[in-house]
């Protein structure tokens, strides 16, 4: 089999009959987006522990469950679908590299989350609506508001999320998502409504 010959499709079908050679030559076909995104973080988190080597392995892990999740009925096309898997695979050992060096965040309520440049969750919540002092009796802690948050983001905004989280500016997110800023800042908004209104007026 040639690389040339077969368009994704054709080599999923393959590899739906344990075709070995096809699920190679899809793993070659995307090994290169696998390092763009991989350079792209690790430009932004070399001092975060991990290798360039330890992106690019993850984003292969994504790429197997692209490939073992795909529905064709259901999902865009298998690249988008597969970017998106090999993006939240990567942004996911990035966060979590990034939690073990800081504070755990279950041990306590606070709102120190940052969701932008010059907001903290605390402004995110600092309204007439809300009291600062009240909500600290609140029984969430940080760890089960990002569980929830998560429930109610899209995919794009767990992504931004997740990376505002890992100390990662949005003209950074901007570039490692291949977003336009403008993309982001507005994502970061419906971030910050969707947290007030849906999770800290639940309690």
């Known amino acids: 089999m040639k690389y040339s010959d077969y368009n994704d499709y054709e080599l999923l079908n393959y590899i739906s009959e344990n075709n070995e050679e096809a699920n190679e030559i899809l793993f070659e076909k995307y090994k290169p987006l696998i390092v763009n995104i991989s350079n792209k973080m690790y430009k932004y988190c070399q001092n975060r522990g991990l290798e360039l080597n330890d992106l690019i392995q993850e984003g292969m892990l994504g ?87 998560h429930e109610i983001l899209t995919d794009l905004e767990k992504q931004v999320f997740d990376l505002k989280l890992s100390g990662f500016n949005y003209k950074e997110i901007a570039t490692i998502l291949d977003k336009e800023p403008k993309t982001i800042d507005n994502a970061i908004q419906r971030i910050k409504n969707k947290i007030k209104s849906t999770i800290l007026n639940s309690n």
């Open 63 to 149: 790429l197997n469950l692209a490939l073992k999740n795909y529905d064709q009925d259901k999902e865009a096309s298998f690249y988008t679908y597969a970017k998106k898997c090999i993006e939240r695979k990567i942004i996911s050992l990035v966060v979590s590299t990034s939690r073990l060096k800081h504070k755990p965040l279950n041990d306590s309520v606070s709102f120190e989350i940052k969701l932008n440049d010059d907001d903290t969750f605390e402004r995110v919540i600092e309204d007439n609506s809300y009291n600062p002092e009240e909500m600290i009796v609140v029984s969430e802690t940080e760890n089960e508001i990002i569980k929830k948050a």
